[in-house]
């Protein structure tokens, strides 16, 4: 559609697959507006579907609801406190999948990482979406308390890679897609700490996008070579970035214990 929250593909694994994609935690919306098409498509397809396994589907992962919830999750906090591993371990025995930015088998470029049902087989649509979202919310409670234990135990360490972040991304003359992604994370995780008086995470989060390799050759229409894209990328990043003020320590930052108190 013309907003770019809606897609349908056709002929590729399977003869249709529906997408669709929201902002901010609105998985029951995504769910709500793809049930809507896809009930109106059903009453004018024949879908392959058995009444013991459900719908018929070319990978059998996706025998039963072909349903695929997924969410994009930043998580800085539990990589830096080095949580992460631990975490990703108990979501997987909850039958969810966390993969990298771009899917399976990717890495998680710039903190950022996929959680999705691994199942589709045995349970409703319902089910899988009520699922994935108390999952999440189990996560991003885990995040908020690992940023907040590194704030409150090792705020200069927090500060130090923050503050290392934005020097290269403000100063560098050459640089690649990889270290972009993960210097910006570092600066995502400082706008959402109030370290950044003059930054907004809008201007971020399109510094992720319009750094990416593909976004470099479109703008600039030509093909270019990895060398030239980074140096192509730093200069965006000092142009975009040239009017930000370095990182303050953090207003959320708990003061030191008073020694007459102790």
Request: proline share 5%; aromatic share 4%; glycine share 6%.
């Amino acid at each position: 559609n013309r907003e770019e929250t809606v897609c349908v593909m056709i002929n590729e694994e399977d003869h249709l697959r529906m997408q669709a994609l929201r902002p901010g935690l609105q998985i029951r919306q995504a769910w709500m507006s793809i049930d809507q098409i896809d009930s109106k498509l059903e009453r004018n397809l024949d879908y392959a579907f058995n009444s013991d396994l459900g719908y018929l589907t070319a990978c059998p992962t996706n025998l039963g609801t072909g349903i695929r919830v997924s969410a994009m999750l930043h998580l800085p906090g539990l990589v830096l406190s080095e949580q992460i591993n631990q975490i990703i371990q108990a979501v997987n025995k909850l039958g969810l999948a966390v993969r990298g930015l771009y899917g399976e088998g990717t890495e998680a470029l710039g903190n950022v990482f996929q959680v999705s049902n691994q199942r589709t087989l045995g349970e409703s649509e319902t089910e899988i979406v009520e699922k994935l979202n108390k999952v999440l919310a189990q996560i991003i409670d885990h995040e908020e308390n690992a940023r907040a234990t590194l704030l409150e135990k090792k705020p200069k360490i927090l500060y130090n890679h923050i503050g290392r972040a934005y020097g290269v991304l403000a100063n560098a003359h050459s640089i690649t897609s990889k270290e972009t992604m993960n210097l910006l994370s570092l600066m995502r995780l400082g706008v959402d700490l109030e370290m950044f008086p003059d930054l907004e995470r809008w201007l971020v989060d399109e510094l992720f996008i319009i750094t990416q390799p593909a976004h470099l050759q479109k703008q600039f229409a030509e093909k270019l070579g990895a060398d030239e894209r980074d140096l192509l990328r730093a200069d965006m990043l000092r142009e975009r970035l040239r009017n930000i003020r370095r990182p303050v320590p953090s207003p959320m930052t708990p003061p030191p214990p008073n020694p007459q108190n102790s």
